[in-house]
């Protein structure tokens, strides 16, 4: 396992007298005209895939493209910068990065005109613009930076790196196979369930679309894409409007599937003139991640078609009614937590003895945790947290947006009562109190020295950097690393994303063991 990898962007103020503005951007981007800037960040995005991370291909592209956009010296000094030799002082830099084309595409709605000239053909500026874009992030107010308080800043930079983090170099057949379990298998599992929605009925319903049908569509564009891809031309982001023509899918389906996943031009620009939070609010992207223009739909991000697969029929979902308002959240942690328990159990093995909703022995209508894996002396406590986070609350940028909706679906609720670690917390202190050996219904847990607290989410925002940070600050003040003879490890937070990468070594290796090692490799 590799340790996590840090990067500075190259910006304007590097290489010129002083940092560029908002203004400055729009100034120069003003004269362009928007299916130009639009093509153009289609064109480098596809190409560059930064929503995958770093690879050798878009690394060597970057290279490339670099010269072609900085003629002469320029080039030459950001060349340098890129490959020079990686210290402590000396971090490796990048002069493309994933918010600075969705920056460009979302101030290009703003102030760009149907008519202009040619960004693609322009011999400067839409290299200049790049670097000026990287300012915006540099230039933020850092006030925050000051404040002795780490969870604090932690906050204030998950804000900023959500856009960076989530779902890079996601595995998008992992993910789908995830989303199809959760939305048509596990579902039918739990008929029983008090709060059970059926899925398809209430999202053909609110949408007029077949739920099968629509993940079906999804998924052609997302597989379209991942087929197509070549290192000459990228990942092909575009859809005629007619797609599916050979298909036997009706005009009418096709139509509100379109509704579902993209926007006009002019309904970007509204939204985005309505509401836009700063340099990194791009809620308009999740919200629609293909702009339409003329009869094609052009996506500038495969990341944010891939959360629409299972992130966008559940927000359909959630607003068909007040009903299913009340109801889904808690239907959806049963859905999540059948599923969670499915891939634990069919691959821990050896080491790991895994233990599905595990009950306290003298009340067993109560669970000690939502799940647990003993491994050996060493115990493994999980709570499963299916919360879904608004897209508001993710993209926006507002860190009072992200804070408040932390506290409420990880940290308190509404009602005061504790969720994820504070839960966690208050079962190691009855472990520490109590007898070990008949506390946990069926589970003799006398010869544990060791805990890992876990909080698994199903919502993207687990895997991100700095969530661990900020809920195990959180989980320290409720409770000690040690007593009666155990230790209790740094509380770690992740997402099915990255469960569904490692399981598989649960055959061969304990649970606790990947946990230690991580611990040592987090920044």
């Given amino acids: 396992m590799r340790g996590a990898q840090f990067g500075v962007f190259i910006s304007y103020e590097q290489y010129f007298t002083s940092a560029a503005s908002d203004s400055d951007v729009a100034r120069r981007l003003s004269k362009y005209s928007l299916e130009s800037v639009l093509t153009f960040c289609l064109r480098m995005g596809s190409q560059l895939s930064l929503w995958n991370g770093p690879d050798k291909e878009s690394l060597f592209f970057s290279r490339q493209l670099v010269r072609a956009l900085y003629p002469g010296i320029l080039g030459d000094m950001i060349i340098y910068d890129m490959t020079r030799p990686i210290t402590a002082l000396s971090p490796k830099k990048e002069p493309f990065h994933r918010r600075q ?88 599992k739990l008929l029983r369930h008090p709060d059970f929605i059926d899925f ?46 050979k298909s036997n899918l009706s005009i009418k389906t096709q139509e509100l599937f379109w509704l579902q996943v993209g926007a006009t031009r002019e309904k970007f620009r509204a939204e985005i003139v309505r509401r836009d939070c700063g ?21 500038l991000d495969l990341a944010f078609i891939l959360q629409k697969l299972w992130a966008g029929a559940y927000w359909e979902i959630f607003s068909s009614s007040e009903d299913a308002k009340s109801k889904l959240p808690r239907f959806w942690g049963a859905v999540f937590e059948e599923y969670i328990n499915e891939i634990l159990g069919a691959n821990c093995q050896g080491e790991n003895h895994f233990i599905p909703s595990p009950r306290f022995a003298r009340h067993p209508e ?44 990880l940290i308190t609720n509404e009602r005061g009562k504790a969720k994820g670690g504070g839960q966690l917390a208050r079962s190691i202190a009855l472990l520490r109190s109590e ?89």
């Fill in 435 to 523: 007898d070990r050996a008949t506390l946990v219904e069926g589970v003799d847990l006398s010869q544990v020295t060791k805990i890992f607290p876990l909080v698994l989410m199903s919502d993207s925002i687990g895997d991100c950097l700095l969530i661990s940070k900020i809920l195990g600050a959180e989980f320290d003040k409720v409770s000690t690393r040690s007593g009666a003879n155990i230790i209790c490890e740094r509380l770690l937070c992740t997402g099915c994303a990255t469960l569904n990468d490692f399981v598989h070594t649960l055959r061969t290796r304990s649970m606790s063991s990947w946990l230690a090692e991580w611990d040592r490799k987090r920044p």
């Fill in 200 to 245: 398809e009925k209430v999202f053909l319903g609110k949408t007029g679309l077949d739920l099968r049908v629509y993940f079906a569509m999804c998924l052609s564009l997302l597989v379209g894409n991942s087929v197509s891809y070549t290192a000459k031309i990228g990942y092909k982001l575009f859809y005629p409007s007619d797609y599916w023509q």
């Fill in 366 to 409: 109560k669970e000690f945790c939502d799940g647990m894996i003993l491994c050996g002396t060493e115990l493994v406590m999980i709570e499963y947290k299916a919360s879904m986070f608004t897209a508001v609350s993710k993209y926006s940028g507002v860190v009072e947006n992200l804070d408040a909706e932390i506290t409420l679906k």
């Fill in 101 to 188: 084309f969705l920056y460009l595409a979302k101030a290009a709605m703003k102030h760009c005109p149907e008519y202009g000239e040619n960004f693609i053909a322009a011999p400067i500026d839409p290299g200049l613009i790049l670097l000026m874009i990287s300012d915006q992030f540099h230039i933020q107010d850092r006030s925050f930076m000051d404040s002795v308080d780490e969870v604090v800043r932690s906050k204030h930079l998950l804000s900023e790196f959500i856009a960076v983090d989530e779902y890079s170099g996601a595995d998008t057949a992992s993910i789908a196979v995830q989303a199809f379990d959760m939305i048509f298998i596990h579902p039918r």
């Fill in 279 to 299: 340099a990194n609010d791009f809620t308009i992207f999740r919200q629609h991640p293909l702009i339409k223009m003329g009869n094609v739909y052009f996506g």
